[in-house]
């Protein structure tokens, strides 16, 4: 028999991605036991000693990364003290993320505007090694590594999913069958999940495509008092006119680091001169400040992401107990920093949906883990396909979006008010909707009123001598 606060006997999370690991704390509470594989080893230092290097199934780890106002508070409440526990660790958190940071969108500087949650300047490294370091303790939980999921097994009936086959990949073991009840797919872009699905007779989500072709190059250098102002990240965003990226965030160990990327045919180049070369062509004077004096502290490392990737696990039925999450859902460009963050709010959804019961889980989730997934496809493939270059089929809708989207940033300049109601947007605490409010768009659409009454007015007149 189940316990009162038990819904499963078993679940079984394929992924020790961070998405694998939130959803593993999502779901404890309402298992008797979770179990989370990786096909890779994973580390396990010691608490309080510094991250170690990159587990091989993530092999953008040591590129930028950003953790949004909204991941930040979905982790919390996920593992409380989570924030402090970065902090303690170097982590920088100065205050309100609307306020703290220099963000260069739509060509522009935007003015300071109060969001109302903190930031977080922090490596991707130390948030995975202290996510996994909390869910290794949690009651219940069980972290294998080595071990690669190589299909779904299903009942009789065809409709429930009933375990998984795996294979140990030290010494070439024998593939064997792990009972579950619920299984989660956290395996990411490269999931074999839609294959799984098929080979149990079910319908592939559609995958929808946009082609970005997007190369990072990433170093660090030395962090002084007084840099940017006193700021902890700044963030230049690609237009279609410069469209390159340029990125400075704060770190644990005192430094900046700082990366730049391009699209398409225009990567940047690895060759320290080169790098800094690149880095003072992209719309914010901030990067260029932050390396003319100073060395490069490791050689330049490069990433390419070819695509944004989009599974409409909502458009097909899915058997009883399989889910989706993270990168396995949806990946975005990476350059908007928003794909820890939509993990974390999946995996929210996720705790909540499967207390439920079965049949809810299966019809709800699919549908509301791809509305959190939308906001940030909306923003990110809404910006993405106004650069030269860039494949993809635009919504419809898309260029008169675009249209206000740009007068959005152009006010949020100088309008505070704006500004917030943006930041609150691209750091996933607000749907894009929030734009189109009445008072955020009696803001944006005022000024344009007025120079439309003084074109309409003509010159003024200037009275005979």
Known sequence: MLTSYTTYDRVVVAGGSIAGLLAAAALAPVAREVVVLDRDPLPDPAPGTPPGGPRPGTPQ???VHGLLASGRLAIQELLPGFTEELVSAGAVC???IGTTGRWWIGGGLLADGAVGAAGIAVSRRLVEETIRRRVRALPRVEIRDHVEVVGLVNDPAGDRVTGLRVRDRRGGGATVELGADLVVDATGRPSRGSRWLAELGRDEPPLERVRVGIRYATTHVARREGDLGGRYVSVSAAT??????GVAIAQEDD???????????????VDPDGFRQYASGVVAPDLAELLA???????VLTYRFPDCRRRRFDRVRLPLGFVPIGDTIASFDP????????????????????????VALRERYPRAAMAIADRAWTVVTGADLLIPGVEGTPPPGHRLVSRYVAR???????????????????????????????AILGRVVRPNRASARRRAAGPALTPAA
Do not use: I, K
């Open 335 to 358: 350059t908007f920093g928003q794909g820890m963050s939509v993990a974390a709010l999946e995996a929210l959804l996720l705790g909540r949906e499967a207390g439920t019961g079965m």
């Open 94 to 96: 100065r205050g309100d």
């Open 255 to 269: 430094t900046w680091v700082v990366a730049v990327c391009g699209y398409t045919e225009d990567p940047p180049p």
């Open 293 to 299: 004096d100073r060395e490069l502290l490791h050689p």
């Open 61 to 63: 780890a040591g590129q």
């Open 408 to 438: 959005v940033q152009r006010t949020a300049r100088h309008d505070s008010v704006v500004a917030a109601a943006l930041m609150r947007v691209t750091n996933l605490l607000d749907a894009p909707t929030a734009l189109m409010r009445p």
């Open 240 to 245: 279609p006119e410069v469209p390159r990226v």
